[in-house]
């Protein structure tokens, strides 16, 4: 089946540095790319999207890219802060931008002050 | 709050029991989505309604779970015959429908325990 992979698992920075998360997709009919954070005990948090019809896409600290031939996309985030510590999730729509979402395993970030 | 909210917050039951959840989406939002969440995984899509209509079913999905949303408002979840395998947490998601706007915004989740 379609799936979606995310590297790394765990990454650790110290604050001020830069994050980098990278995922991988393998339907080729995705086109909605969609990061989550979520902190421990609560929602996942939709923080940045991207569609298929751009390559880049920033908003303040946070950014992300899209190779589509390549079919992969990663978020960047700069300047790390300890409130950036959290389990982040990749997303790719399921056949189209309007379907149902297919995760990555997640990215545990923590940043250290 | 404006949000997608979920009721309960946590169930605990007993193997073999039914349990039902509630998710009430942000208003105006046309597509519900159900996913589970395991510890250490990402969501994982369970089903979707768009207004009443439910457009599509995980194939990973069995047959105890079943899933309404009668007026195209509210949505339930119900588990028949619970199993242990079964304890996750269960995340609601709202969308709009409505030019490029096809966001998804979870609910807080209802995580379910079954001893």
């Known amino acids: 089946g379609e799936n979606v992979e995310q590297h790394p698992s765990t990454l650790s920075v110290q604050e001020g540095d830069s994050a980098v998360i990278k995922c991988t997709y393998s339907?080729?009919?995705?086109?909605?790319f969609p990061w989550y954070k979520q902190e421990l005990g609560k929602r996942p948090q939709l923080i940045i999207d991207i569609r298929s019809n751009v390559g880049e896409k920033k908003d303040q600290r946070i950014a992300v890219t899209l190779n589509k031939t390549a079919k992969h996309f990663s978020l960047h985030i700069t300047e790390t802060q300890p409130e950036d510590s959290a389990v982040y999730f990749c997303?790719?729509?399921?056949?189209?931008?309007?379907?149902?979402?297919?995760f990555g395993k997640g990215t545990k970030l923590s940043v250290k002050p | 709050d404006t949000g997608v909210s979920q009721n309960p917050r946590h169930k605990i039951t007993k193997r073999g029991q039914n349990v039902t959840f509630r998710c009430d989406p942000i208003?105006?939002?046309?597509?519900l989505y159900w996913y589970r969440q395991t510890l250490g995984q990402g969501p994982e899509f369970l089903t979707y309604?768009?207004?009443?209509?439910?457009?599509?079913k995980s194939r990973l999905l069995s047959d105890r779970f079943s899933a309404e949303r009668p007026k195209g408002s509210f949505s339930t979840l119900e588990i028949q015959r619970t199993e242990q395998g079964d304890s996750a947490m269960y995340l609601c998601?709202?969308?709009?429908?409505?030019?490029?706007?096809?966001?998804?915004?979870f609910g807080p989740g209802t995580r379910l325990t079954v001893t």
């Open positions: 339907d080729s009919a995705s086109n909605y």
């Open positions: 997303a790719a729509s399921h056949g189209g931008s309007q379907g149902n979402l297919i």
């Open positions: 208003s105006e939002h046309n597509r």
């Open positions: 998601a709202s969308s709009p429908i409505s030019g490029t706007m096809y966001e998804q915004y």
């Open positions: 309604f768009q207004n009443e209509a439910q457009l599509e």
